[in-house]
């Protein structure tokens, strides 16, 4: 089972999207906001003033005071003249946003209902943007299985289970990150120990993300091991993509109907979802 779409360029690499703002911002703030948002949609990371500018919706002008000022408190860097990236500001902006994502108690908790009602191996893997869009694996649920039972070496856990162009779990990250992050994974080479079934053409596997994006989840049939076939469903926090719930079967136990397994996968990667945007309430 391979979920597609007629919607195979919505995501190819050699196009260029950056989908300005539909209308100018009025305020400071939002004009503010405006240049941030922009570097989110432009493909690299330092990007000159009059592209930054067309991005965000504004004239030179006003873009470069928002930069300059920007840069006096970290949000943006300079680098070389007229040209700007985003700063260390933004990135611990970022990591204080995430650093309240739920605990490992709670996530363990739903990890283990999916594989008690799936008879799978369950795991979480988070989104790590260190040295490039990579997912990591932060917990699971296999019961009393062996791991090596899963054939996965050491090489593996770094290389294939990292990558987001392998897997099930890969694409539906893959499908909600921004359209520049996605053409850099795209432009990735496939790892050389993926499985059989994993998706090498990069037409064929971005024809995969609008039905990813609609439907809520993925199949995979082999992608990263042989003999291993998977069902991941997003962990979303609000719009934006935390990591993945994967469920992991031998192939030959794989049911000709996967719908209680989409199911059960669908309601753990929810769950964790709701856990992600409704925080336990902070000690008063």
Same mark, same amino acid.
């Given at each position: +089972? ?8 919505? @995501?190819?690499? $050699?196009?260029?999207?950056? *989908?300005? =703002?539909?209308k100018t911002p009025t305020s400071l703030a939002a004009r503010a906001f405006a240049v941030q ?41 300079? !680098?070389? %003249?007229?040209?700007? %990236? ?8 970022? !990591?204080?946003? +995430? ?24 795991? /979480?893997?988070? /989104?790590? =943007?260190?040295?490039?869009?990579? %997912? ?7 019961? *009393?299985? &062996?791991?090596? &039972?899963?054939? +996965?070496? @050491?090489?593996?856990? !770094?290389? !294939? ?8 779990? $890969? ?11 996605? &053409?850099?994974? /795209? ?8 499985? #059989? ?23 995979? %049939?082999?992608?990263? +091991? =042989? ?19 994967l469920m992991l079967k031998p192939s030959s136990e794989m049911p000709a109907d996967l719908r #209680? ?17 409704? =925080?336990?309430?902070? @000690?008063?």
């Amino acid at each position: +089972m391979k979920i597609t779409s007629a919607s195979a360029t919505d @995501a190819v690499p $050699g196009q260029t999207r950056t *989908d300005a =703002p539909r209308k100018t911002p009025t305020s400071l703030a939002a004009r503010a906001f405006a240049v941030q948002q922009a570097f989110t949609r432009l493909p690299g990371d330092v990007h000159a003033l009059r592209t930054i500018s067309t991005a965000a919706g504004l004239d030179d002008a006003t873009t470069h005071r928002i930069l300059q000022s920007g840069v006096t408190d970290g949000v943006f860097e300079q !680098v070389g %003249r007229g040209r700007y %990236r985003l700063g260390t500001g933004t990135a611990r902006a970022g !990591v204080q946003a +995430m650093a309240h994502s739920p605990g490992a108690a709670s996530t363990h908790a739903v990890l283990e209902r999916l594989h008690n009602a799936t008879g799978g191996l369950a795991f /979480l893997y988070v /989104l790590s =943007p260190f040295g490039g869009a990579k %997912r990591l694996c932060t917990d699971y649920a296999i019961g *009393d299985t &062996d791991p090596a &039972d899963v054939g +996965m070496t @050491a090489e593996d856990v !770094v290389s !294939v289970s990292r990558s987001l162009r392998a897997g099930a779990s $890969g694409r539906v990250i893959l499908a909600h990150l921004p359209r520049p992050i996605q &053409d850099l994974v /795209l432009a990735e080479e496939v790892p050389p120990t993926a499985g #059989p079934g994993v998706i090498r053409d990069n037409d064929e596997l971005a024809a995969t993300f609008d039905g990813i994006r609609r439907l809520g989840f993925a199949v995979g %049939r082999q992608e990263c +091991m =042989p003999g291993w076939d998977s069902v991941a469903a997003p962990v979303l926090w609000h719009d934006a993509v935390m990591g993945a719930v994967l469920m992991l079967k031998p192939s030959s136990e794989m049911p000709a109907d996967l719908r #209680p397994l989409i199911y059960h996968t669908l309601k753990a990667a929810e769950s964790i979802s709701a856990l992600t945007t409704n =925080p336990p309430a902070a @000690a008063r």
